[in-house]
């Protein structure tokens, strides 16, 4: 199958500062990316839809000014989270799909805890 | 709204036994549905997927679903687990040609030896 890479695989950082996640395609270009959050014993929540060359979709409650999106290129979406506060810890997670009546392929996560 | 139930949170199995893990669904359309597993310190991969056809799926590592449209269901099976099984398991579904893809809270499989 399809690969996605995610960068880094955990991070730590301090309150206040921002921190940046990279999630690839590595095999084919997906001109949708995904951006999820998973927090301990909890199911994975959609945070936006990520689209290539053009402003990304938040769901509902996400505040897009944390949680800042780049899709630059078909197989790179970048998601910042800025100016990171505890409360922000939690396991990201980033997907993507070769076209809307395919399978989804998962990154391997990034856990972020913030000091 | 979309929505996805998961009603066992965790089942402990004996190596050999049967398992069946209850998935059902709430959205007003075409549907596709998924299970993806997630082993202990790894991504979740997928374990079979149904978007028309049979509705009886048969995926990877033995496993098999099936599709129960007039009970908004989508219940993985497996009729012998072994210990390496063990792990989370989340049904998903979205809307055939939607990207959104909705996940069920997960159910965690421990298998005994």
């Known amino acids: 199958g399809a690969v996605v890479s995610q960068h880094p695989s955990w991070v730590i950082c301090k309150s206040g500062t921002s921190v940046k996640i990279e999630c690839r395609s590595l095999?084919?270009?997906?001109?949708?990316m995904f951006w999820y959050r998973q927090f301990p014993k909890q199911s994975l929540m959609l945070m936006a839809t990520?689209?290539?060359?053009?402003?990304?979709?938040?769901e509902q409650g996400v505040e897009k000014d944390k949680f800042l999106i780049n899709h630059a290129s078909l197989t790179l979406s970048t998601l910042t989270v800025t100016s990171a506060h505890p409360e922000d810890s939690s396991f990201y997670i980033c997907?993507?799909?070769?076209?809307?009546?395919?399978?989804?392929?998962f990154g391997q996560g990034t856990r972020l805890t913030v000091v | 709204a979309q929505s996805v139930s998961q009603h066992n949170h965790h089942v402990i199995l004996s190596e050999a036994a049967s398992l069946e893990l209850g998935c059902n669904y709430s959205?007003?359309?075409?549907?596709?549905l998924f299970w993806y597993v997630q082993y202990p310190g790894q991504h979740l991969q997928l374990l079979l997927k149904?978007?028309?056809?049979?509705?009886l799926v048969k995926g990877i590592k033995g496993f098999e679903a099936e599709f129960i449209k007039s009970k908004f269901s989508f219940n993985l099976r497996k009729p012998s687990v072994q210990w390496s099984d063990t792990a989370e398991y989340f049904c998903?579904?979205?809307?055939?040609?939607?990207?959104?893809?909705?996940f069920g809270t997960g159910t965690r499989l421990t298998v005994i030896p």
């Open positions: 997907s993507a799909r070769l076209g809307p009546n395919t399978e989804a392929f």
């Open positions: 149904y978007f028309s056809g049979d509705p």
């Open positions: 990520s689209n290539e060359g053009s402003k990304a979709t938040y």
């Open positions: 959205y007003g359309g075409t549907v596709n």
């Open positions: 095999d084919f270009q997906a001109t949708t």
């Open positions: 998903a579904v979205k809307g055939s040609g939607a990207n959104n893809l909705f």
